[in-house]
Each structure stands twice: as C-alpha cells, then as structure tokens.
C-alpha cells in the first residue's frame, strides 16, 4: 500500500522546485482535467516534458501559484484563530501525487488553502459555493494528506476582507482524480513536445505609394504606373497556404488591406473624373487594380473561412478515431461484452474558439477525459465479470443477454446472476422431482402389484416414494403394508404428514378419500396414528399407477 510521506522542503527553494516537477501537484489539478482558467492542459504537458527545474518554478509561479504569498502568511494566524489549533506549511506526498499545503495542523486533520483576495471570488466563497476550478486542489490535498476537511479562504490578509469555505473529501473527486492523473501520465509518456504559441500578431504588410493623379484636360502628372507595378506585386505576394493561427490572423489583416486599398483607389479614380471625365488610361488602369484587389479579397476571405473548416473537421475527426481505437481496445480485452459510454462531444467542446492552439488543447482535453470514462467503465466490468465468472462457470447459456445484464449496478448485476442461477437450478430439480415419480410409477406397474381406486390428491410432480423414506431404493416397487389395528394414540398431525411429503400437500378431505379418516383433533389441527403413515403413502403410490394406467389407456 502506498503510504504518505511529508517531505522537509521549502517552499518556493531549488529543492522543492525539482520535487514539483517529478510529481503531479494539487496546483496542478484543475489544469490536468482541463478546468483550469488560468493554464491549458496541453501547457502542463508541455512543462512537465520539456521544464527544468528552474523553468519549471518559474513557470509555475507565473501560471498556477498566486502572487500571495506575504497575504497567505497574514492569513495563517487569523485561521489558526479561528479553528484553535496551529497550521504548518508542508509538502506531502501519496505515491506520484503530492500537495503542498499552505497549512495543515499537527493531527493532519485540518489543512488550509488561501487565495489571493478577489471580489469576485469572495462574492461565491461568502455564498458557499466553491467555483469548480477549485476543487481538484482541495480534493487533492485532502487525499494526500489524509486531512478530513480543508478550510479554503480568500483574504488580502486581514478580517475587513476575510471569506472562507469548509471542503470535506468526496470519494467520487477522488476517483476523478486518481483516473485523470493515470491518463495524464499516458499522455505525458506518448508526449511530442512543441513550442507553446504565443498569441499571433499581423506582421506589417508593405505600404502601397499615396496613388497622385492631376489633369487638367490631359494628365499632367501621374505615378500611377509606379502604384499599379506595387500593387500587382503586392497582391502576387499575399500567401494563400493557411495553416498555423498566425497565417490566419495575416490572411485577416490582409483582407482589411485589401478593402481599403479597394476604397481608395476608389476615391483616387473618382477624384480624376472629377477632373477630367474622358481619362481611360487612368480609368482602365485604377477599375484593373480595384478589381484585383477585390478579387484577391474575396478569395482569400472564402479561404480563410474553407480552411479553419478543414482543420477543424480534421482535428475532430482525428481525435474521434483516437477515442474509438482506445474503446476497441478495451472492448477487446473485455472479450464478451463491451463498455456502453457516449463518444465525447468534439464539436461542442471547440464551439466559438478562435485559435487554432485552443482548439487542439480543447480536443485534446475531451479526448484525455473520454479516455478516462471509458477505463472507468472498462474496469466496472471487468470487476464484474471476475465475479460472474466462477458463479456462471456451468449456466452461460442462461445469460445470452450478458451485454445488458452486466451494465446494471454491481449490486443489481449479482442479484439478477444469482436469482437466475437458482430459478434454473429449481427447474431442474423439480423435473428430476417428476423424472423420479415416472420411474416410481412404472415400477409399481410391474406384475404382482394391485391397482387401486383414483383418489384425488393436489401435487402431481412431487416424489412420493422418496417421501416415503422406506430406505429402499426409489427404483424399486413399493409393496403397501397390511392395515393394522392402531395400538398408539392419534398424535400424528396432517401438517407433519405434509412435511414428511413435500412438497407434496395433502388435506384431510384427501386423506379421507384415501380410506383414512383423523382419528382426532386438537384445536384446528387433524390428528393420525403414527401406524397409519406408510399406509397412507402406498394408498398414494397406487393413486399414481392407477392414474398412469388410465392415461395409457386412454392414449
């Protein structure tokens, strides 16, 4: 079993920098399952691949810790006020994952978390409500150090501006938590690492001359050809291979580009008319240029719109294939039955991104946590099927519907396995029951038996001869004892004659047609003569062949 260790590390020193970086931190949490505001999961990846230790801790206070260190230990007293009891900074570990508390008290029962005061943060903590990006790290805290609340506060360090919330360990983030660090080592192992992009920027797209036409009857000075030789190399220029968030954010810049320059040679041709109606040079020239700026508008426009369809119908389509081929695996480990889980909704989880960058962290992260669903899964019927195996080993005929039967709750599953298991074997034995009357009745056909009158009785599978407890094999004929005068006092009840014969069930008006009458009663109760029991059951055998008689007969 792994055990908790506290380790004798500072916080924010060398030492502790190169332990976060071997271990997956409570900071970390809410990054890992892809909830974290502040930093991506692909981010984390990435740093977990490629950081040194001194990148890594300057990384991590960038991204994940708040600047609130000098506020925290302002904060440590007031709790430890409020609680009785004094909180220690400590990093812990369980295994791979680790914590490093801002306070935890000598019992390890209560640890402490501070934020940084924000308004709108304080606002949902004074509400109680603890916003979800916050709760892998609690949880995890409490899961490491085996505290059995956190108590999350947010302050700038004083009452005046002091909020705090109690988190208890829930069992389901735990799960939630050991399962998304299982895929996130996975990941990190396949990991090919890649430079984070920083948001793009538009490079400067070349200037275009101040287009300069006067005419005064003629065109007297013109650097039109000067402007028309720019332009067309200009719009040769413009690249059209759209790949990267950069090469889309400069086809945007350059669609821009293109509308004004549109405009104003626009307003330069309208500004020659209006100097002189009857240039064409000029007018040829200036409609030739707005035209292909238009057209190089509108093209790369539609591109630009065709290609971020393109890449992501691709990346979905691509990750969709990644999450299939791990449910065939599993499935195919399972061998006879498969996991049923809902394929992770690519489309949404991308809906309004703009970059491409965020868009492959999204999917990524919906991969990541479909993954963790489908192992989930996987190993709910893997336990089952341990379990079902050895009680189903001789009845799988009976669960020809064991796809549906083992999606039921564990509890359910096992009843559903057990109570057809035990209808099957209660069949069973009672055709083994009426397997053993027919063998009893054939047998008492033999010659040297007398037939006797039909008297009715209510059971017809039970097995009367081995009722009978004679000690003689059930295969064997029964040949009834003579009726003998009764010697003892009737204390025989019909109750014990009828368990004596289950589960055959007899009454007193049966037994009567039978020829015997209760010598007795006490209170509701019919009482026999001890004697008269084999009697009454070789009364009942020769009911049996008679009636087997009859149906041959009538056959």
């Given amino acids: ?217 003629e065109v007297i000075t013109s ?27 400069q086809a945007a810049a350059t669609v821009n580009f293109c509308d004004d320059a549109e405009k104003r040679l626009a307003a330069a041709l309208d500004g020659a008319i209006a100097q002189m109606s009857t240039v064409d040079e000029v007018k040829r020239t200036v409609e030739h240029l707005i035209e292909q700026f238009r057209t190089k508008r509108l093209a790369l426009d539609k591109l630009v719109e065709k290609r971020k369809k393109e890449i992501k119908e691709s990346a979905v389509e691509e990750r969709r294939q990644k999450y299939f081929d791990h449910v065939d695996a599993l499935n195919n480990a399972l061998g006879d039955v498969s996991i049923v889980v809902p394929t992770p909704d690519f489309v949404s989880a991308i809906k309004g991104l703009k970059t491409i960058a965020s868009l492959y962290d999204k999917l990524d992260t919906a991969l990541a946590n479909g993954k963790i669903v489908a192992d989930t899964a996987a190993r709910d019927l893997r336990t089952k099927l341990d379990w079902y195996e050895p009680h189903a080993e001789a009845h799988g005929f009976l669960f020809r519907d064991l796809q549906t039967l083992i999606q039921k709750p564990s509890e359910d599953f096992q009843l559903a396995v057990t109570s057809r298991i035990a209808e099957h074997k209660r069949q069973e034995d009672e055709k083994e029951a009426k397997r053993k009357i027919d063998e009893a009745a054939a047998q008492a056909t033999a010659p040297g038996n007398d037939g006797g009158a039909a008297i009715p009785i209510s059971s017809s599978t039970a097995p009367v001869v081995a009722a009978a407890d004679t000690g003689k094999s059930a295969a064997a004929p029964w040949f009834a004892p003579a009726r003998t005068v009764p010697t003892s006092s009737p204390t025989l009840r019909l109750g014990q004659i009828n368990e004596r014969l289950a589960p055959i069930a007899l009454t007193a008006e049966g037994l009567a047609t ?42």
């Avoid at 660090?181 to 090919?192: G, R, T, V």
């Avoid at 019919?526 to 059951?537: D, G, N, R």
């Fill in 1 to 217: 079993m792994t055990e908790r260790v506290i380790h004798n590390l500072a916080q924010g020193s060398d030492e502790w920098a190169q332990f976060r970086l071997t271990r997956f931190g409570a900071s970390e949490a809410a990054a890992m399952l892809g909830i974290s505001t502040k930093v991506k999961r692909t981010e984390l990846l990435h740093m977990k691949h490629t950081g040194t230790p001194k990148e890594f801790s300057d990384w991590v206070q960038k991204n994940i810790l708040d600047y609130g260190h000098e506020v925290e230990a302002l904060a440590r007293p007031l709790v430890e006020e409020l609680i009785g009891d004094d909180l220690y900074p400590v990093t812990c570990s369980l295994g791979q994952l680790s914590a490093s508390c801002d306070g935890l008290t000598m019992s390890e029962e209560i640890a402490f978390e501070h934020k940084q005061w924000n308004t709108s943060l304080a606002d949902s903590v004074r509400a109680g409500v603890l916003p979800e990006e916050y709760w892998p790290q609690c949880q995890q805290i409490m899961l490491v150090t085996g505290a059995k609340k956190v108590i999350f506060v947010v302050s700038d360090g004083t009452f005046d501006n002091f909020e705090r919330v109690e988190i208890e360990p829930d069992e389901a983030w735990f799960e939630r938590l050991r399962t998304g660090w299982e895929q996130f080592s996975k990941d990190l192992a396949s990991y090919e690492p890649r430079d984070i992009p920083v948001p793009p920027k538009a490079e400067a797209i070349m200037a275009l001359p101040a287009l300069a036409v006067q005419i005064r009857g």
């Fill in 223 to 249: 650097n039109l050809p000067a402007f028309r030789s720019a332009a067309e190399t200009f719009i040769a220029s413009i690249k059209t291979e759209l790949k990267t968030d950069e090469d889309f954010v």
């Fill in 514 to 555: 039978l020829g015997f009458k209760h010598a007795a009663t006490d209170k509701a109760a019919k009482l026999y003569h001890e004697e008269a029991f084999p009697q009454i059951c070789a009364a009942l055998i020769r009911h049996i062949e008679t009636a087997v008689q009859d149906l041959e007969h009538a056959a």
